[in-house]
Nanobody, 122 residues
Framework: QVQLVESGGGLVQAGGSLKLSCAAS????????MGWFRQAPGRERAFVAA???????TNYADSVKGRFTISRDDKDTVYLQMKNLKPDDTAVYYC????????????????WGQGTQVTVSS
């Protein structure tokens, strides 16, 4: 089993920044992908960003390219640095882990965190 715990959400004004963290613990795997997804009220969960286990490969949703950066350290923590936030970025952000190569579909992910709320005011 894998446990994922997100932190760093909150309320920020448009144009501001936040940095989300996701700490993974439990079973380890030789190859896995870490991803961030988000779900706004009344909308389906959507892909935001993902990073391979090596950190060499990343993928971003078009809506966040140039504003969000995903990264990871060597202690099983993945980060999502969010800059120039917009009201449309308001959502619950979920960290997820996939055993295997990088994919962007939420159904491809095996483990999920509980989510952290990000609210961007205009």
């Amino acid at each position: 089993q894998v446990q994922l715990v997100e932190s760093g959400g909150g309320l920020v004004q448009a144009g501001g920044s936040l940095k989300l963290s996701c700490a993974a613990s439990g079973d380890t795997f030789s190859s896995y992908t870490m991803g961030w997804f988000r779900q706004a009220p009344g909308r389906e969960r959507a892909f935001v960003a993902a990073i391979s286990w090596s950190g060499h490969n990343t993928n971003y949703a078009d809506s966040v390219k140039g504003r969000f950066t995903i990264s990871r350290d060597d202690k099983d923590t993945v980060y999502l640095q969010m800059k120039n936030l917009k009201p449309d970025d308001t959502a619950v952000y979920y960290c997820a882990m996939r055993v295997g190569v990088l994919r962007i579909g939420d159904r491809d992910y095996d483990y999920w965190g509980q989510g952290t709320q990000v609210t961007v005011s205009s």
